[in-house]
């Protein structure tokens, strides 16, 4: 007989992007999958045991780009006039409080967990150390950022010069990194925004500390063709130019690439990642050739100003857009297949969590995170093909359990690391404070 911390038992299992089995157990054991078995094939004693009846147990998704700091900006960015970063987020994020960052912290732990996220890349904003405090607590996995900036102009409650923005994360780093389930990346919030010497800082405290070093890239025509002005060169040039690109480094966006920044990109193995929602206002990436290089973008919600952190809307998206903008000049119904699209979800956002080969399957040795999704009769059920199914239908209200380093975070809709009830009170109260209830 096999110990084991946790036994899903009898379910079905999505045991990668590609993969459905029916009738299987999964043992859990110090974190990890220990097995992927045909139920009752394995003997196993453990002291807690999940029903896999009526469920379909899958690796959880990824965020690879979301705004802690803009949680409480739901519904005041939709139809604002561009640019909505000098508009509407700049001044927003330049008011945040401790207060509001636990505020936010906390909704958006609650929101992911709700949708299956089980885990995320935060791009960085203030008072990160209160959100690491709540996203510990809530057991997902996640990596966190400053939000690194000194250009000249900036509001005062958030200007600094080059060595502060890059000593916020060194404290941020020394704190948090390893905590629970947490990293801390060092960040260049944006081209435009930061120095050669940020740039250079950001890169070399990465570097020293062997962790990812994220921005903002080739997400507006403005910005790119600032970056030429100012350079001479597109953005993944300049970097290429300053030392900086490696395959530690996570390129958010990266929609409007130049034939070489392609080339840069698969060279140097750099990470990348999609908003589909947020996206759309700007420009569309030209993925199906980055995937025929071999670049595997993950998927980002960029936040919850842009339509929430629902993962499961931002694939839909997605596919619709590329099969428009793709598939339907060339012919190809399948351009961006479900499988296709999974595949971005579970390697592009594990490499974006730097958990390449450990997250994203089902597989002995992995990390156990995971969410099982109830297979409700008239919404998911009677299908043909169940992984389409998953894809084209399923939503965050689907999500019964998450399970994260081999965790229960939720069971049965029921958050178990968080007070989901003064969560959702405090901000009711925030709500009726700003005028909005």
Known sequence: MTKCDLLIRDTAAMTDYETIKTGMDIAVEGGRILSVTKSGTKK????????????????????????????????????????????????????????KMKLSAETAALEMIKSGTTAFVDAGSYFMEEAAAVYEKS?????????????????????????????????????????????????IRALNSCSDELVELAAAH???????????????????????????????????????LSDR?????????????????????????????????????????????????????DGAAHGGLSLWNEMRIFRSLMNIYYGVPSRDPKIMPAETLFRMMY????????????????????????????????????????????????????VQEMIVGGKILMENREVKTLDEERICFEAQEYMRKAGVL
């Open 347 to 398: 390697e592009g956002g594990a490499a974006a969590v730097d958990e390449a080969g450990q997250c994203g399957k089902l597989e002995t040795g992995y990390r156990a995170d995971m969410i099982g999704i109830k297979l409700e009769p008239g919404r998911l059920i009677p299908s043909g093909n169940l992984l389409h199914t998953m894809f084209e239908c399923a939503e965050a209200g689907d």
């Open 249 to 301: 480094f996570l390129g958010a966006h990266s929609l409007l690439l130049s034939e070489s920044e392609k080339e840069l990109i698969r060279e140097r193995g750099i990470k990348l990642c999609h908003c589909p929602f947020s996206n759309c206002g700007k420009a569309v990436p030209d993925t199906p050739d980055l995937i025929k290089k071999g670049v595997i973008p993950g998927f980002g919600s």
């Open 206 to 244: 990465a570097k020293e500390r062997s962790t990812m070093l994220q921005a903002h890239m080739n997400e507006y025509q403005g910005e790119v063709d600032g970056i030429i002005q100012r350079e001479g060169i597109r953005p993944y040039e300049y970097l290429e130019k300053k030392g900086v």
């Open 44 to 99: 196993f004693q453990t002291e807690k045991v999940i029903s896999g009846k009526d469920r379909l147990f899958m690796p959880g998704l990824t965020d690879s780009h979301m705004h802690t700091g803009q949680q409480l900006l739901k519904g005041l960015v939709l139809d604002a006039k561009p640019i909505i970063w000098t508009r509407v987020m700049l001044p927003f994020e330049s008011t945040l409080t401790s207060e």
């Open 139 to 187: 057991g997902l996995r996640g990596c966190l950022s400053c939000s690194t900036m000194d250009e000249k102009g900036l509001p005062e409650s958030i200007a600094m010069d080059a060595v502060q923005a890059v000593r916020e994360t060194d404290k941020l780093y020394d704190k948090w990194n390893g905590k629970g389930n947490l990293k801390v990346y060092y960040a």
